[in-house]
T-cell receptor, first 114, second 116 residues
Framework: DAGVIQSPRHEVTEMGQEVTLRCKPI?????LFWYRQTMMRGLELLIY????????DSGMPEDRFSAKMPNASFSTLKIQPSEPRDSAVYFC????????????FGPGTRLLVL | KQEVTQIPAALSVPEGENLVLNCSFT??????LQWFRQDPGKGLTSLLL?????REQTSGRLNASLDKSSGRSTLYIAASQPGDSATYLC???????????????FGKGTKLTVNP
């Protein structure tokens, strides 16, 4: 298996622009997670889906952030409008939904908002 | 609210040394605890997962212990090698009876450097 695939790997944009991050989970996994990592706050869960349904979005910072999972093999995280404080590494992870097994992480998208 | 702390934030050791990384958590009601490794510019890789009913897990030169009552876990690395240089993160999962049972709460990690 190719593992969790994220695109783009790097994104540089200007404040106010819309940013869309993409994720393809491991085939057969039914849980998908979006995390954000910064030096100050570490790794934080933004939202997670189970069977394409959002289960917990309490970590989404504000209405500028939205996430969708239209099918089992694709998810997006959108920031509109973007701000410099959104600069971070965004990770997608997937799991088979069984609580005792691990999550598998993608390589991340490094976002810089100027 | 569960909080996870890892001390020290950075550690530098000579090759061959045995070392211990520490993780503490504020709420002892956890489902399991995991140790991850993160290499620069890469995602996280799971190293060891300890269920709440277990005391330790071992994989090769790595041994993780869990003392749930005191809210502590350690990751022991034997005979360290330069290839072990990475950031090591600890994460806890709340019990299944609580909402968001798949949520992981992460520490900020310990950056390990093993010098040849």
């Amino acid at each position: 298996d190719a593992g969790v695939i994220q695109s783009p790997r790097h994104e540089v944009t200007e404040m106010g622009q819309e940013v869309t991050l993409r994720c393809k989970p491991i085939s057969g996994h039914n849980s998908l997670f979006w995390y954000r990592q910064t030096m100050m706050r570490g790794l934080e869960l933004l939202i997670y889906f189970n069977n394409n349904v959002p289960i917990d979005d309490s970590g989404m910072p504000e209405d500028r952030f939205s996430a969708k999972m239209p099918n089992a093999s694709f998810s997006t995280l959108k920031i509109q409008p973007s701000e410099p404080r959104d600069s971070a590494v965004y990770f997608c992870a997937s799991s088979n939904g069984r609580g005792w097994e691990t999550q598998y992480f993608g390589p991340g998208t490094r976002l810089l908002v100027l | 609210k569960q909080e996870v702390t890892q001390i020290p934030a950075a550690l530098s050791v000579p090759e061959g040394e045995n070392l211990v990384l520490n993780c503490s958590f504020t709420d002892s009601a956890i489902y399991n605890l995991q140790w991850f490794r993160q290499d620069p510019g890469k995602g996280l890789t799971s190293l060891l997962l300890i269920q709440s009913s277990q005391r330790e897990q071992t994989s090769g030169r790595l041994n993780a212990s869990l003392d749930k009552s005191s809210g502590r876990s350690t990751l022991y690395i034997a005979a360290s090698q330069p290839g072990d240089s990475a950031t090591y993160l600890c994460a806890v999962r709340p019990p299944l009876t609580q909402g968001g049972s798949e949520k992981l709460v992460f520490g900020k990690g310990t950056k390990l450097t093993v010098n040849p």
